[in-house]
């Protein structure tokens, strides 16, 4: 292991000084029908903070063609909820005509056989779902009696089009895990298989927006177990041989659970190959980094004209997210493994300031 975590450390280096961009999120909208417990955005259905049109997000993805020279990049709608949107279609038939690949992250709640198929016409070529559980866990999270149902019919949608139409699409199915739903995960897990999913992405809850108010973190034995069922799914198969590839998020040096639980080394890519374009026009990292510290700039000017090259800011700015070592302070200042994890995710940053919200080795420690 330690070899290849220095082998890691040098493809992570080579990786930071590239800073090629890779992943781009668009928050379409902050508006969402749903009221969820976790929300990190705090979204809202009647959220005051206009649309982005698709004119201005196109704009940007030709500044990033012409002027960043990308010829490859994965476009991730989300928001708030992008199905609320009727224009997903025609920004997804723009993102393709680029060269690029487009998804989105939905709730479920507006997906019905006629839209999915409207989305894969206009070539949609990933979709993730979330679920939290049964219907009481899910409920309880998303805060709607029918939340959990919209979601299994449209996870059932999705897995029969796959299989009918295998490697042409990508699908997971995320689940938020807190105390709530913790012990039923072996039971979600055994009821994804028996639907026919394939691929399973666990994240465990951070303290920001509304997940902020409740109390969904872990306890240290609580994000053990959780470990150790990752650990043990990412073996399990079932008496007939079916399996589902789970992995944990991207959050986190874990210390011996490294590879153990994701197929890959911690490393938060936030800045480095990963940026967003927010509802407001933003431009940062990934949608969970929302702290005013970390905001880039904006691709619009004071006449809220697209007038700023997301290009520019990409190339010539980000430091903060590409040089963490004014993160080392507080519990990281003497932390042996700072090399590893480098002060954790960005979002898990309140600013340059303050100390990091929490670290997931000290909890499994």
């Known amino acids: 292991m330690s070899f290849r975590n220095f082998l890691f450390r040098l493809y992570r280096a080579r990786e930071i000084k590239k800073h090629q961009l890779d992943y781009l999120f668009?928050?379409?909208t902050l508006k969402c029908?749903?009221?969820c417990l976790h929300c990190g955005s705090?979204?809202?259905?009647?959220?005051?903070?206009p649309d982005i049109p698709v004119a201005d997000?196109?704009?940007?993805?030709?500044?990033?063609?012409?002027?960043?020279?990308?010829?490859?990049?994965?476009?991730?709608?989300?928001?708030g909820e992008p199905l609320i949107r009727k224009d997903i279609e025609v920004a997804g038939r723009e993102i393709i005509s680029r060269g690029y690949n487009w998804g989105i992250v939905t709730n479920g709640m507006l997906f019905t056989a006629e839209r999915f198929v409207s989305l894969l016409n206009a070539g949609m070529r990933s979709m993730?779902?979330?679920?939290?559980?049964?219907?009481?866990?899910h409920t309880y999270l998303r805060q709607n009696p029918v939340s959990y149902k919209k979601v299994t019919d449209a996870i059932d949608v999705v897995v029969d089009f796959q299989k009918s139409n295998p490697n042409y699409f990508l699908f997971d199915v995320i689940t938020c895990v807190h105390k709530k739903n913790l012990k039923i995960l072996k039971e979600l897990r055994n009821d994804l298989i028996r639907r026919g999913v394939v691929n399973w992405r666990i994240f465990s809850i951070f303290p920001e927006g509304r997940a902020g108010e409740n109390d969904l973190s872990l306890s240290p034995d609580e994000y053990k177990e959780l470990m150790d069922f990752i650990a043990e799914t990412r073996k399990y198969r079932t008496e007939d041989g079916k399996f589902i590839r789970l992995n944990y998020s991207c959050e986190g040096y874990l210390g011996d659970y490294e590879l153990k639980v994701r197929d890959f080394f911690?490393?938060?890519?936030?800045?480095?190959?990963?940026?967003?374009?927010?509802?407001?026009?933003?431009?940062?990292a990934c949608l969970s980094v929302r702290s005013p510290d970390f905001i880039q700039g904006?691709?619009?000017?004071?006449?809220?004209?697209?007038?700023?090259?997301?290009?520019?800011?990409?190339?010539?700015?980000?430091?903060?997210?590409?040089?963490?070592?004014?993160a080392r302070q507080g519990k990281c200042r003497k932390c042996k493994k700072w090399k590893h994890c480098l002060g954790n995710?960005?979002?898990l940053h309140h600013d340059r300031l303050s100390d990091v919200a929490h670290c997931n080795y000290e909890l499994l420690k």
Request: net charge negative; glycine share 8%; hydrophobic share 35%.
């Open 128 to 137: 993730s779902f979330s679920i939290d559980g049964f219907e009481e866990q």
């Open 57 to 79: 997000f196109v704009k940007v993805l030709d500044d990033i063609k012409i002027n960043g020279k990308i010829k490859t990049l994965s476009v991730c709608i989300t928001g």
């Open 266 to 284: 911690f490393f938060c890519r936030a800045g480095i190959n990963v940026g967003s374009v927010m509802c407001d026009g933003s431009i940062s």
């Open 42 to 49: 705090d979204c809202t259905k009647d959220s005051d903070v």
């Open 298 to 326: 904006n691709i619009y000017d004071e006449r809220h004209q697209v007038a700023n090259s997301f290009s520019e800011i990409w190339n010539n700015r980000y430091q903060v997210m590409r040089d963490r070592n004014w």
């Open 33 to 35: 029908n749903l009221n």
């Open 26 to 28: 668009w928050e379409c």
């Open 345 to 347: 995710g960005m979002h």
